[in-house]
């Protein structure tokens, strides 16, 4: 069964800190994975997507990177503020799914001023 | 601005009255799909569409209905709404391929008494 794990699944860090959250998959035969960002009762926002073919991807803070042969992608969060307080949400397009995200259960951050 | 709107964001009904969330993309995204999210379970997904008159079950479709007639337009009706289906709903679009970003609705909070 194709599964995506989220781990931890809640994090607090103080104002400033460099921070990484950790996802794990259990098929390497990924079309791309996508990270998302989700407020209290809100949407999802989408904030990096990385290819199959991709190692990495970047925009402003966040730098997310894909080892395919290992099954993992981290997010990296650099200089923490508490405006970046959310759950993260991990979501990986196996091919064949015919188009169905996996979804991890997500990492809820906290990030103390 | 590209979205994907929903509606309506919240709703309140009994059991056994029929309803239907409103998706629209104005993207000329192919794929569209609906997702369902709750505490310990993470997001699943209900039924998609690939393109207009072609639809198909997602993991959880029990107890809902979609339609594609149009390409912007994919509604999920639930017929007999029962309590077990008081969720947080989520329509999502992409354009077709496998290396495309998913954009997905604010979201409907669904309660059913």
């Known amino acids: 069964k194709q599964e995506v794990t989220q781990i931890p699944a809640a994090l607090s860090v103080p104002e400033g800190e460099n921070l990484v959250l950790n996802c794990s998959f259990t098929d390497s035969a990924i079309y791309n994975l996508q990270w998302f960002r989700q407020d209290p009762g809100k949407g999802l926002t989408s904030l990096l997507l990385?290819?199959?073919?991709?190692r990495e991807q970047t925009s402003g803070r966040l730098n997310a990177s894909l080892d395919k042969s290992s099954g993992r992608s981290t997010l990296y969060i650099a200089a923490s503020q508490p405006g970046d307080s959310a759950t993260y949400l991990c979501a990986v397009l196996y091919g064949g799914s015919q188009g169905n995200l996996i979804f991890g259960k997500g990492t809820k951050l906290s990030v103390k001023p | 601005e590209a979205q994907v709107t929903q509606n309506p964001r919240y709703l309140i009904t009994v059991t056994g009255k029929k309803l239907t969330v409103t998706c629209s993309q104005n993207?000329?995204?192919?794929?569209m799909s609906w997702y369902r999210q709750d505490p310990g379970l993470g997001l699943r997904q209900i039924y998609y569409?690939?393109?207009?008159?072609?639809?198909d079950k997602g993991d959880v479709p029990e107890g809902y209905k979609v339609s594609r007639k149009e390409k912007r337009n994919f509604p999920l009706i639930l017929e007999s709404p029962s309590p077990n289906q008081t969720s947080l709903y989520f329509c999502a679009s992409r354009k077709q391929g496998s290396n495309t970003e998913a954009f997905f609705g604010q979201g409907t909070r669904l309660t059913v008494v």
């Open positions: 990385i290819q199959s073919s991709q």
């Open positions: 569409s690939m393109n207009v008159e072609v639809t």
């Open positions: 993207m000329n995204h192919e794929y």
